[in-house]
């Protein structure tokens, strides 16, 4: 099983709102990543968690707060976003957080559409 | 020079052909390479992750490397209006296993 869940599926907040995303993977991966994808672009990495420890932060703004509260679980709290903000917000995983390892292929969720108004 | 090209298309192709969908890229440090394919408003599902320069086949996809010219493919036999999608090439960057992404391309498979 290469399942990635994410909820919520879709979130419209305003400008003011705080909210939070939520991923879940229980295929025993030690490495969580969150990707910002912008319609016809590639997803854009923003945060790598590795053995629940952030290890990369891909210089995202503070209004995007990740948390990794346990190996199966991570969450992206949002806070005062901006309409530029609005994207699809995609979570993945892999088995080995190595980048020269063959099990560092990541396995994607399917993603939460946001729109910031 | 972006560290992978890959044309965005779109690709239009009549059912039953042969696909081709390539990338090049310019770090020699790459190891391994990953293609994604994504429909509409969903997320990427990955298809063929490959290591070493050669092929590799999964039922109708086969993922072809050359390193040495910085050159991979990806080739769907027999296409069927179901592979319509974005297909992403992908590769990895590092210690900490960042993945690099071509823009992506577009692909229609008309019946």
């Known amino acids: 099983d290469t399942e990635v869940t994410q909820t919520p599926k879709h979130l419209v907040m305003g400008m003011t709102n705080k909210k939070s995303l939520k991923c879940e993977q229980h295929m025993g991966h030690r490495a969580m990543y969150w990707y910002k994808q912008k319609a016809k672009k590639p997803p854009e990495l923003m945060f790598v968690?590795?053995?629940?420890?952030?290890?990369i932060n891909e210089s995202v703004p503070s209004r995007f707060s990740p948390e990794c509260p346990n190996s199966s679980l991570l969450n992206l709290h949002l806070h005062a976003l901006q309409p530029e903000d609005s994207a699809l917000y995609l979570c993945?995983?892999?088995?080995?957080?190595?980048?020269?390892?063959?099990?560092?292929?990541?396995?994607f969720g399917p993603g939460t559409r946001l729109l910031v108004l | 020079q972006k560290e992978v090209e890959q044309d965005p298309g779109p690709l239009s192709v009549p059912e039953g052909a042969i696909v081709s969908l390539n990338c090049t890229y310019s770090n020699s440090a790459f190891q391994y390479f990953m293609w994604y394919r994504q429909y509409s408003r969903k997320g990427p599902e990955l298809l063929m992750y490959t290591y070493s320069s050669g092929n590799k086949e999964d039922g109708r996809f086969t993922a072809q490397v050359d390193k040495s010219s910085k050159y991979i493919s990806l080739f769907i036999r027999d296409s069927q209006p179901s592979d319509s999608a974005t297909y992403l090439c992908?590769?990895?960057?590092?210690?900490?296993?960042?993945?690099?992404f071509g823009k992506g391309t577009k692909l229609s498979v008309k019946p």
């Open positions: 992908a590769m990895n960057r590092g210690s900490q296993g960042n993945l690099i």
């Open positions: 968690y590795s053995y629940e420890k952030l290890s």
């Open positions: 993945a995983s892999s088995q080995d957080p190595g980048g020269t390892s063959a099990l560092a292929a990541q396995y």
